[in-house]
């Protein structure tokens, strides 16, 4: 929402809320951090060290997580939100992957957001909370040249469903969803089309397969994930969110 000088106005739809975001230096995870903290609540981003996050965490080692989880118990004494956002893209069809990178995906996109839910929960649990993970459209239809990308978003959908179903039995609850964009401008779209021989005609042609006829903007996917982690979706839990312009709708 904006003011008529096209400042944002602060809702306070999150307001005091402490929310863990992974991959927050990356397009979507310092999206939602500012919507986060447009809406009143307290973003804490982390990502790999070096990428100038407020809290360092490889989502893939164990004990960053457990150092991430004492230092917010420490600072807040609990946690309101989780959102996991760390993850990897990349091209190749079944033959095309080699082990290693079939390997590093799952460890970052799937053992990452494991973690995160494991981790987290006993500091979500204690007031209710909510967790949302970033999977992706690609986690619901696949594509000849995404073997891993497919299998690590896909596993994303469905751990998401488990973590919601053991959340609801926990008094207060613990909510937990996916998102599902199809492309998102920014980084990782850029990175993606940096690899193929002609970026502007693969662009053209991701474009032309989406109904709304462009790529989604980070705001959108920040502003669903805000819906998300606010008391407005308090009924919503192990729902997945394909945002994707139609891509799915055919
Ligand atoms: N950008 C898109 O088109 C798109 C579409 C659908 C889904 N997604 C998903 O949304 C999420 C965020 O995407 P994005 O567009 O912000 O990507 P991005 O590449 O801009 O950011 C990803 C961030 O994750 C961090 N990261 C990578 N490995 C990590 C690790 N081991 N531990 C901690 N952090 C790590 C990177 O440093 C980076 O800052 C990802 O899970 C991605 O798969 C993105």
Partial sequence: MQDAAGQGIMTGRLADRIVLITGAAGTIGRTVAAAIAQEG??????????????????????????????????????????????????LGSV??????????????????????CKYAMPLLRRRGGSIVNLSSISGIVAGHNLAAYNASKGAVRLLSKSVALHGARLKPPVRCNSVHPSFVEGDMVDAMLRAVPDPAKAREKMTSDIPLRRFAKPEEV?????????????????????????????
């Fill in 41 to 90: 609540g307290i973003a804490i981003g982390s990502d790999l060290k070096g990428r100038g996050a407020e809290l360092d965490l490889d989502v893939t080692q164990e004990d960053d997580w457990r150092r991430a989880v004492a230092e917010l118990d420490r600072r807040h004494g609990r946690l309101d939100g989780l959102v996991n956002s760390a993850g990897i893209g990349m």
């Fill in 95 to 116: 033959e095309e992957t080699d082990f290693a990178t079939w390997r590093h995906m799952m460890a970052v996109n799937v053992d990452g957001i494991f973690l995160g």
């Fill in 222 to 250: 920040a502003a669903l994930t805000v819906y998300l982690l606010s008391d407005e979706s308090g009924f919503v839990t192990g729902a997945e969110f394909p945002i994707d312009g139609g891509l799915s709708a055919r």
